[in-house]
């Protein structure tokens, strides 16, 4: 073979591996993460913790805020754009979940649901992999700690009522306020001293508000007892009590979440706020962003519907068991 034959067969020997080599590098696992409320505290541990198994993992992490269905549907767009296999997704509203999954289908994505399920046109949920928290049985939990603590203050039951803030739309959140109130009943709490406000946004100021008309109606209460869908909904309503002049030892407050109810007992003075079920933001978003990166790069389906446990935790010892869940305060 001549000369130069020979070093232009070497050259295609070693464009051909090239190229091959190239072929077979494996693509990055790109997965994107949506929320619907970016501003809350829940969502931004989330984010922080599935940031952690991005890291530790080595794929692409795509956060974007969605607090609405166009958000939503361009959101996947865009993901698609970016080359992502998947998302893990808190939908805004459970009913986008058919066009969420008519667009994640049409590009081959992986779905899974966190915090809060789809639902389909019959209004059942929906087939898809979901990830929640134990919702009926953390309610109960709640309404259970209010009662004994409730005995504990001596408080008559003449002065004292319940005020739940609700928001039934979601079915997540209902079953947590419904599951407090049953045990109350169940613990002997009168039905008719547990008076419910719908918020309209599952948040400080919708809670506030939403407790602020409940209040008006009932002045004559001198002790409440307090329950809501989360730690936002416990803090607006008892920023509504504090304005109307109750002492914190008149309120029992019980919160459910890992953040802002805990800071709570950070300040100085003294809070109605006693004690929290604590959910655990790092199963919600560690675990959901490894599951789905599992899925996407070996093929590993995760299980169809997990869900997660809550723990009541006080002032005494929210610090020491916040860690044991690998929350840093
Ligand atoms: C819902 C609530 C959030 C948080 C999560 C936990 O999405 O809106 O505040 O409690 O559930 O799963």
Same mark, same amino acid.
């Given at each position: 073979m001549n000369k130069w034959l020979r070093l232009v067969s070497i050259s295609l020997v070693i464009f051909l591996l090239g190229s091959v080599a190239v072929l077979a590098a494996p693509e990055k696992v790109k997965i994107g993460f949506l929320v619907k409320? $970016?501003?809350e505290l829940w969502f931004q541990n989330e984010w922080k913790f599935a940031q952690q198994a991005a890291d530790e993992y080595g794929f692409e992490l795509i956060k974007i805020g969605t607090p609405d269905g166009p958000t939503t549907l361009t959101a996947i767009d865009n993901l698609a754009a970016q080359g992502a296999q998947g998302f893990v997704i808190c939908t805004?509203? $459970?009913?986008?979940g058919p066009a969420i999954m008519s667009k994640a289908n049409s590009y081959g994505m992986k779905v899974l649901a966190v915090d809060d399920q789809f639902v389909g046109p019959d209004g059942e949920f929906m087939d898809v992999h979901y990830m929640g928290i134990s919702a009926r049985k953390i309610g109960e939990m709640v309404g259970q700690s209010l009662y004994e603590e409730f005995l504990n203050r001596g408080w008559n039951v003449e002065d004292t009522a319940a005020m739940a803030i609700t928001f039934d739309e979601l079915d997540t959140v209902k079953q947590r306020t419904d599951g407090a109130a049953d045990a109350l009943i169940a613990e002997g709490? $009168?039905?008719?001293?547990i008076h419910r406000a719908a918020e309209r946004t599952t948040d400080v100021p919708g809670a506030f508000e939403a407790a602020s008309a409940l209040l008006a109606k009932h002045q004559k209460v001198k002790h409440w007892l307090v329950f809501s869908v989360n730690d936002e909904g416990v803090l607006g309503a008892l920023r509504a009590l504090e304005q109307r002049?109750?002492?914190?030892?008149d309120i029992v407050a019980i919160g459910i979440g890992a953040g802002d109810g805990l800071m709570?007992?950070?300040?100085q003075e003294e809070t109605g706020y006693f004690a929290c079920a604590l959910i655990s933001p790092v199963r919600h978003g560690y675990e959901t962003s490894e599951l789905m990166y599992k899925w996407i790069k070996d093929g590993i389906e995760p299980p169809k519907t997990i869900y997660t446990a809550g723990e009541l935790v006080t002032r005494e010892n929210y610090k020491e068991r916040a860690k044991a869940l690998g929350l840093d305060l």
């Open positions: 409320m $970016p501003e805004p509203d $459970p009913r986008l709490f $009168p039905a008719d001293q002049g109750y002492a914190a030892d709570e007992w950070n300040k």
